[in-house]
């Protein structure tokens, strides 16, 4: 089906791929975004994704066959799969995998071309929303901590294991220790009453605690000890929510916001 052509960003991390459709040039049509979560351990996702993408572009009618893909990866297997399949039933498609050269913003940090570009493009994202000074935490399989200072720098940060690295680990390294699903937001009691509520109560906090001692840290390397801005994003981010002290905000799709920023600079 020819229509306004779409613009699709796709987001592929350790634990899933996450992906947006709108259309390339909003003025063409109503301006929306439609977001959607595939898991790397279920069945065939990249057919999954090209699926949902084709009837998802069909229902807004949006053109698939002249689609721009912006893709940021941090799992190169499964980025090659994903190429891989949208070469083959889109063939017409334009994709652009992003690396650091493409994001224009300064980055004082050792070597670029070794960052998460996740981490950058969340950074860029949050810079373009947010008043710098900032923190960008990105809850995923890991949960970075990044800092970007009030000259809009990127300058590097910190990477912790995630929830479920954390209780995975716990899990596989004992004999006792069950697996724990973070699905539902726990309300837990302290100290902890029953095993599971021990290990969410100290994964929680270890992940949470670390947050607010390093927002800490960075506001010492800000000028006269700013405030800065705490943004939180990633899949468990509505998790960890709750137990993060410092004031701050939740905006789940960073990464995908920062990759539609390049084609389409906010105001
Ligand atoms: N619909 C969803 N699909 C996948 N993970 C989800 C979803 N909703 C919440 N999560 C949580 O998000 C985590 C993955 O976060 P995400 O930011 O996608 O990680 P990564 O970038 O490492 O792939 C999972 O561990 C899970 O706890
Ligand atoms: C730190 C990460 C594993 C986070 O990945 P995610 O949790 O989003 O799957 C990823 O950004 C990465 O592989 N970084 C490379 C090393 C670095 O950023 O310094
Ligand atoms: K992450």
Redesign the pocket.
Known sequence: MSGPVALVAV????????LSIEPLAPSEGASFKLVH????DRANWPAAIVQWAQSTAAASKLSLEQSHWLISS??RRAAEKLRKQIAQSIPSTTLQQITHHDVPMKMRIDAPGSLGI?RLLSAFAAQNRFKTPLVIV?????VTVDYVNASDEFCGGAILP???LQTNALATGTDALPPID??DTPSLRIPGKNTSEAIQLGVLTSVTAAIDRLVQAYENETQQGDEVTVVL???????ISGWVQHTHTVQ?EL?LEGLCDLVRPPK
């Open positions: 987001d592929v991390g350790n634990t899933a791929v996450k979560a595939f898991k790397l941090v799992q996740d990105d809850a995923g399989s890991a995630g929830l479920n973070w699905t994003c990633g899949g468990d981010a509505p998790v789940p990464v």
